[in-house]
């Protein structure tokens, strides 16, 4: 045997045993699952009664719901000079943009950043302003953010091939006739960036109700975005791999399942600028969405009382909302009545929970989106893993494979001379491999076990067994209606276009009224709800 064999033999055999050593930390590992919204929504499934409300709240508005088109619906109304409104947390306090801590480490169950907003995005600019995140010139072409949330690099690297890349199109041993493909990809984004349709308006920018309705650019709307690439010639696998991550990152689903408006939409929107970044950068906080939003609850002054709506209605001329909160399983419930109402909640639940919705205009089985499913893992890190040497940790973390989408580390911001002791590792997975039905039946199913080993694959494609002996403890989010998915044809949904358009006692305020989950979509309609429910 030659000396360079017995050498690679025998790491083998130590590496096999401190795998299996491994193997057994896994075991050993205390796993968190929690599944926000999966009692109460079980509940409201079941049809069961709820006992007699045991007290009536009165207020003049009502919002149904407290992720960020709730929030922004208060904000609003506050910036308005309208203090009489009461908001009814749902499930858990923020939704999709909820967080959590170990002791003095914050970390995301949710969405984890925030674009810097385009001038069209003028609420977002006003909201960033008002609390303290924009700092200065808030309408101008780029105006100055509190240096602290904006992200600093390393930003983003790709492990491809056995080694870390920077960024997350590879490019690293990619040959030239791909590397032209990736080219001419993002010299057409910036042609259609620039571009505006036959009603004078961009063709994609955010809120999307104001991109242009050009009938040319709207037949984006019946083809996904694979289908787009192929007809536009692109074959390059890299770009294919690369779309593909970021439609699975941004709507929970493949590109080839995606709209290719959607798709295009994701890339051709994004060019807000900044007197102090780079163009294109991005704003984020080791909690990810929730320090904004508990920001927003905070300068809205919103009253707020815990619990779930179970049914909302027009009554006497005004609307009650009946509420509920579940203990150990068992429900109590209250009712408020107000002058109008904001039903802040996804579609799924309205649906189930708005009276009469279908008079309205929206029909659950012909206009309901499809939801995906999300899983985020927060792994609290005792020590930082050794790193491969060409590239040093970054903010997000990709592995060029699938399902997984990465990881970020909650101490990135944390300027320092020595690393902290503790961070957190924030690994997300879209359960795009498979559909949501099967995703959703998974989850239910799944052990702790079985959630931390398809939650760690990227970490161990990553750092292999040198990881785990890092890990203390993990929380485990499971969400399995996390977002809608903007399938080929959702701009054309006559069911939220009606919705979006409704003004009447009851208002609806939710970013699946665009078809899909981000910031700004959520904070346009609430405070486009706002401002119907003061008009008299």
């Not at 019946?222 to 779309?243: C, E, M, N, S, V």
């Not at 909302?312 to 909160?325: D, H, K, M, N, P």
């Not at 080993?453 to 499971?478: H, M, N």
Request: neutral net charge.
């Amino acid at each position: 045997m030659e000396r360079r064999t017995f050498i690679a033999a025998g790491g083998a055999a130590l590496a096999a045993a401190a795998g299996a050593g491994v193997f057994q930390r896994w075991q050993e590992i205390d796993a968190s699952v929690h599944y926000p919204g999966r009692a109460e929504g079980h509940f409201l499934r079941s049809g069961a009664a709820l006992p007699a409300p045991a007290f009536v709240v009165e207020t003049d508005v009502v919002i149904a719901g407290s992720g960020i088109a709730g929030l922004a619906c208060a904000w609003q109304l506050q910036r308005d000079g309208h203090r009489d409104a009461l908001m009814i947390d749902g499930p858990q306090p923020f939704g999709n943009a909820a967080g959590g801590r170990f002791g003095a480490l914050e970390f995301p169950t949710g969405g984890h950043y925030l674009p810097l907003p385009s001038p069209e995005s003028r609420h977002v600019r006003e909201i960033l302003f008002d609390l303290g995140i924009l700092q200065a010139d808030p309408y101008g072409e780029k105006p100055t953010y509190d240096e602290r949330f904006i992200l600093h690099g390393p930003e983003e690297r790709l492990l491809y091939r056995g080694a870390w890349q920077d960024g997350f199109l590879p490019t690293h041993g990619v040959d030239a006739a791909e590397l032209a493909q990736h080219r001419r990809f993002f010299a057409e984004v910036e042609r259609l960036r620039a571009l505006r349709g036959s009603d004078g308006r961009r063709i994609f920018v955010f809120p999307t109700v104001l991109s242009s309705r050009d009938p040319a650019f709207d037949a984006l709307d019946r083809i996904t975005l694979k289908q787009w690439l192929d007809q536009q010639g692109y074959t390059a696998p890299t770009l294919h791999w690369y779309l593909n991550y970021c439609c699975r990152d941004d709507y929970g689903r493949r590109y080839d399942q995606v709209s290719a408006w959607a798709g295009l939409h994701y890339y051709c929107s994004r060019w807000g600028q900044a007197a102090n970044a780079g163009n294109g950068a991005w704003l984020t906080w080791p909690g990810g969405m929730a320090p904004v939003a508990a920001a927003l609850a905070q300068k809205s002054a919103i009253a707020r009382r815990a619990g779930t709506v179970a049914s909302l209605r027009q009554a006497g001329g005004g609307v009650e909302a009946l509420c509920f909160t579940l203990v150990d399983g068992h429900p109590t419930s209250y009712l408020v009545k107000a002058r109008k109402a904001v039903c802040a909640m996804p579609l799924m639940v309205a649906a189930r929970v708005v009276e009469h919705i279908g008079a309205l205009g929206f029909d659950a089985k012909a206009h309901m989106p499809v939801y995906a499913p999300w899983l985020v893992a927060n792994f609290l890190m005792k020590d930082f893993p050794a790193e491969l040497p060409e590239a040093p940790l970054a903010w997000d973390n990709v592995v060029y494979q699938e399902p997984g989408l990465g990881y970020v580390v909650s101490t990135h911001q944390d300027i320092r001379q020595a690393p902290p002791t503790q961070t957190v590792f924030s690994a997300y997975v879209a359960l795009s491999d498979r559909t949501p039905a099967q995703a959703r039946k998974w989850m239910m199913t799944a052990t702790p076990a079985q959630l931390v080993e398809l939650a760690s694959a990227d970490l161990q494609a990553a750092y292999g067994w040198k990881f785990a002996p890092c890990v203390e403890r993990v929380d485990i989010t499971l969400r399995g209606h996390a977002m809608a998915a903007p399938l080929p044809g959702f701009r054309s949904n006559a069911g939220t276009a009606a919705l979006r358009a409704h003004d009447g006692p009851i208002v609806f305020a939710h970013a699946d009224l665009s078809g899909f989950s981000v910031f700004e979509e959520a904070a346009w309609w609430g405070c486009t709800a706002a401002r119907k429910v003061v008009r008299r």
